[in-house]
């Protein structure tokens, strides 16, 4: 198994870290500010680190900052560290604008994407998509009355996404193929959808899930 380095330590790259670790993979988790993951690397046993340290250390690496941040967490962390690497993106592309009537307000076009701005920035990383229509208390073996949860996933390097496809699956999740990263024109705003039942309802612990006949 690779090693995973997570590049982003808010509640997304803990959670992940924390999953990674328990499905038996080596992980360190990144901060530009190390030192403020002390009590979690002291509770989790999970090594932290820069971002730099942490992107030339995994095999595998997963993007988990701020969307609007997310161009210049890949510059810091060193970009010929991602270089032939699968990094799994659970980016989104919110802006900063509070939400209205429960709608968050993405700062891509529907006919645009962070996830090709990533790719097409960074053209040697095997950038896919995952994990970010969902929040980060589901992320990890999500358990749900009504089945197994769907995971939409794309990216453009087939090798890449096969092995986010086989994490997924090792995670609890239906892992759901939609092609290459231009789909992340779609995949992204379904965060904005994700997020209107939190907002209206403070209900937070919901999935996506397809049915097919
Ligand atoms: N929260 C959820 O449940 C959830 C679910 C799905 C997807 N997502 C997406 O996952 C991503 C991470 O979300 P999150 O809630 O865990 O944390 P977050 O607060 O969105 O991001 C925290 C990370 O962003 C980094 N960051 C902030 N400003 C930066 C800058 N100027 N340059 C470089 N890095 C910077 C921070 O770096 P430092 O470590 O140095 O502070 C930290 O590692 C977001 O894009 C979010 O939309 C979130």
Redesign the pocket.
């Known amino acids: 198994m690779n090693s995973i380095g997570i590049?982003?330590?808010?509640?997304?790259?803990?959670?992940l870290a924390q999953g990674f670790k328990k499905h038996g993979y080596q992980v360190r988790i990144?901060?530009?500010?190390?030192a403020?993951?002390a009590a979690f690397a002291a509770s989790s046993g999970i090594t932290a680190g820069t971002?730099a340290e942490v992107a030339a250390w995994g095999q595998t690496l997963v993007?988990?900052?701020?969307?609007?941040?997310?161009l210049?967490?890949v510059r810091?962390a060193e970009p010929a560290s991602f270089r032939g690497k699968t990094v799994i993106d659970?980016?989104?592309?919110?802006s900063d604008a509070p939400p209205v009537d429960g709608v968050l307000e993405l700062f891509t076009g529907p006919n645009s994407s962070?996830l090709e701005q990533l790719q097409a920035a960074f053209p040697d990383a095997h950038f896919v998509k995952a994990?970010?229509?969902?929040?980060?208390?589901r992320?990890v073996n999500p358990s749900f009355a009504g089945g197994r949860p769907t995971m939409f996933y794309c990216g453009n390097d087939d090798g890449a996404k096969a092995e986010v496809a086989s994490i997924l699956e090792q995670f609890g999740w239906e892992a759901l193929d939609l092609g290459s990263a231009r789909a992340a024109r779609a995949i992204e705003p379904l965060?904005q959808l994700?997020c209107i039942p939190g907002f209206r309802q403070n209900h937070?612990t919901h999935a996506f899930r397809v049915l097919w006949d």
């Open positions: 590049i982003g330590s808010g509640t997304v790259g803990q959670t990144g901060s530009r500010t190390p403020k993951l971002f993007l988990t900052v701020t969307g609007t941040k997310a210049e967490a810091l659970t980016t989104n592309p919110l962070l994990f970010n229509s969902v929040g980060n208390t992320m965060c994700w937070w």
